[in-house]
């Protein structure tokens, strides 16, 4: 079941909130014996996380089908990039991070119980059976919370961002499990900044004459780093954009901040850096002098980038490109995230 992106947690209605969490969303079947996980694209992932497999075969009830997140925490938030790098093809490599880097699961549904199929049941009714087999958890198998007060929820929201935590989900409390449907609501953070435009690359369909997307910095000191990119613009404006930016354009002559990571093929603050999700895309990008400040929103700022593509909200042109620094992304993850991995309380 997926979720549908919403503004704010909603003022009517009855719901179960929980917290979304921020790893690898994974489906786990156990059959006797057997445990299997699985991605929510149907890819095998239990072969990268070994350590999950004893305890969920000592935990776990016989015949269960859970829904939940495979989460890596440490030093007090959740660890998103650390949780990337689990994905190795390397068995010694596999074996040595999941010493090194354990993660977690996190239940938040119950699919299928002792050959009985839960999906038409109601929410409410799930999560019921559901804490009754998370009884039996213990580290590094976990029981989300959830609670009906819309207060908590909002407390969740406010205070866990810095910790690593996605927002909060919303489940009504008389809904049926309904795959590969929105039917949850998602209630994510949103944040505006200002960044430097120093560059940007080519539509694919309009190579010289449509703008696909903006190349998106912010200072560290007097080093200009790659942040993440925008490209929510409608055809026109790809095509304004393409005019627009011309004159900015670095010639040969010109120095450019970037303009040593013009072949760089490895580092995860370039602008043309590879990654294991972009392999065999074309990231060539054309550099603009730095002169100009775009405000945009973003979700979730993973280590030093933005996670997700960034929306664009306007140009400021009251703002110069120096101002534009990490220090508008500075947040400060609280205590209580540790005290969930330690008790299963999120609400120390």
Known sequence: MLAKL?????????????PKWDGFRALVFKEGSDIYIQSRTKKPLARFFPELLEPMASQLPSQVVLDGEIVLHREGRLDFEALQMRLHPARSRVDR???????AFVAFDLLSHRGQ????????????????????FRTPLYLTPATTDRSIAQRW????????????????TGQSYQSKKRAMLKIKH????????????WHKNGPGKLVGSLLLGLYEGDKLHHVGITSSFRHEQRKALAEELEPLRV???????????????????????????SQGKDLTWEPLRIERVVEVSYDHLEGHRFRHAATFRRWRLDR???????????TEPPAGLATFFEAGDLTA
């Not at 991070?97 to 993660?103: G, K, N, Y």
């Not at 929201?157 to 009504?172: H, S, W």
């Open 6 to 18: 919403t503004e704010a947690i909603p003022a009517s209605g009855t719901f179960i909130f929980e």
């Open 97 to 103: 991070l999941a010493s090194e880097t354990p993660v």
């Open 117 to 136: 199929d839960l999906r038409t049941k109601p929410t409410r009714d799930r999560r019921a059976q559901l804490e009754a087999v998370a009884s039996q």
């Open 157 to 172: 929201f406010d205070r866990f961002e810095g910790a690593g935590l996605d927002g909060v989900i919303a489940k009504a």
């Open 190 to 201: 949103r944040h505006d900044v200002d960044c430097v435009v120093a560059g940007f690359r």
């Open 251 to 277: 010639q040969p002559s010109e120095t450019h901040p970037w303009r040593e990571y013009a072949s760089a093929s490895s580092d995860e603050r370039r602008p043309v850096a590879q990654s294991r999700w």
């Open 320 to 330: 110069t490109p120096e101002s534009c620094t990490y220090a508008q992304l500075q």
